[in-house]
């Protein structure tokens, strides 16, 4: 085998092992996610599976979400199971994970999201144990002096 030949193979070698390596290094750590539940809460835990999948970074505060609720501003009637807190938005309740990214990219000056309620066919409200129901629920934007305006209906 002559050098050139022998150089080349090393070449290409070298880089199909690094591309491993390239690509964890090019891949997103996740959007950080901080969530409040109860420790007992089910759907709870599906909605965090649903925001991991979806590439947020998630820590979980197994402490009940009211105190949480409350210091971030979002009113009792507004409520929901859980409340999470990501880039400075508040996001209660089953906040499909596709309003969640959209509130990031828009940046509206507003308190953040909520699905008030448990809507079941929600993420998170959309196992088997519901056999495949959904009901229309609405995700609202939460504005600064706790108006809402619809972010986005699901039917």
């Known amino acids: 085998m002559d050098t050139v030949t022998t150089t080349t193979r090393r070449f290409w070698l070298m880089g199909a092992l690094m591309l491993p390596l390239a690509a964890m290094?090019?891949?997103?750590?996740?959007?950080?996610?901080?969530?409040?539940k109860d420790p007992?809460?089910?759907?709870?835990?599906?909605?965090?599976?649903?925001?991991?999948?979806?590439?947020f970074s998630v820590q979980v505060f197994e402490?009940?979400?009211?105190?949480?609720?409350?210091?971030?501003g979002l009113s009792t009637q507004?409520?929901?199971?859980?409340t999470a807190r990501v880039a400075g938005y508040v996001v209660e309740?089953?906040?499909?994970?596709r309003?969640?990214?959209?509130?990031l990219r828009e940046k509206p000056d507003a308190i953040g999201l909520?699905?008030?309620?448990?809507?079941?066919?929600?993420?998170?409200?959309?196992?088997?144990?519901?056999?495949?129901?959904?009901?229309?629920?609405?995700?609202?934007?939460v504005r600064r002096d706790g108006s809402t305006s619809?972010?986005?209906?699901?039917?």
């Open 114 to 141: 909520t699905v008030p309620g448990m809507k079941v066919g929600s993420p998170g409200m959309d196992g088997p144990i519901y056999k495949g129901r959904k009901d229309p629920y609405q995700v609202l934007l």
């Open 99 to 103: 309003e969640i990214h959209r509130l």
């Open 150 to 155: 619809v972010y986005q209906k699901y039917a």
């Open 40 to 55: 007992s809460c089910g759907c709870c835990k599906d909605w965090i599976a649903v925001m991991k999948k979806a590439g």
């Open 93 to 97: 309740g089953h906040v499909p994970a």
């Open 78 to 82: 507004l409520g929901s199971c859980h």
């Open 63 to 72: 402490t009940g979400n009211n105190g949480m609720r409350a210091q971030m």
């Open 25 to 36: 290094a090019a891949a997103p750590q996740g959007i950080k996610m901080e969530v409040w």
